[in-house]
């Protein structure tokens, strides 16, 4: 009386390390630190861009909002390789060029950019998430961008 099966107590063994490993899993991706490869979210206007915008087409190289975490991807990379000069905000990339904006202040920018096909680029910059919840919901929200094939930074 009370004695289990030898298989259902393997099953009961199983499902327990699982569970054990799945909660140590989750307490390491709620608290490990984030450490990224880079700090730089790059963003490039392909070749051709100007070229298929004058021709009446719809370009769409940005997205119309970039999300970037200060201290884990705070700086924005923007790479032309277009044939023809673009502006963001106050500066004049020229083609083959980069221009990297560090961030160090949580807050939404707005920049005036020939790139983007309403011509203004938004920027959101959150703060660093807190160890626990806010570190896990945000390396969740990575891997899903990942998953998707989008760009680090751009909006979900």
């Not at 990339?93 to 807050?107: D, E, I, K, N, Y």
């Not at 910059?125 to 160890?131: G, H, K, L, N, S």
């Not at 990942?146 to 680090?152: D, M």
Request: charged share 15%.
């Amino acid at each position: 009386m009370g004695s289990r099966p030898a298989g259902q107590r393997r099953r009961t063994v199983g499902v327990a390390v699982l569970v054990l490993a799945l909660a140590g899993a989750l307490a390491w991706a709620a608290f490990a630190p984030i450490v990224p490869a880079s700090r730089d979210a790059l963003f490039e206007i392909p070749p051709g861009t100007w070229a298929r915008r004058m021709a009446g087409d719809r370009v769409e190289v940005l997205p119309g909002t970039i999300r970037l975490t200060l201290g884990i991807n705070d700086v924005l990379l923007l790479r032309n390789a277009d044939s023809v000069p673009q502006t963001f905000g106050p500066a004049l990339v020229m083609p083959g060029q980069s221009f990297r904006l560090p961030f160090t202040v949580a807050s939404t920018y707005s920049f005036a950019c020939t790139a983007h096909a309403n011509g203004q680029l938004e920027v959101i910059v959150e703060p660093t998430p807190a160890r626990g919840w806010e570190t896990l919901r945000w390396r969740l929200g990575d891997w899903a961008r990942r998953l998707s094939g989008k760009a680090p930074g751009a909006a979900a």
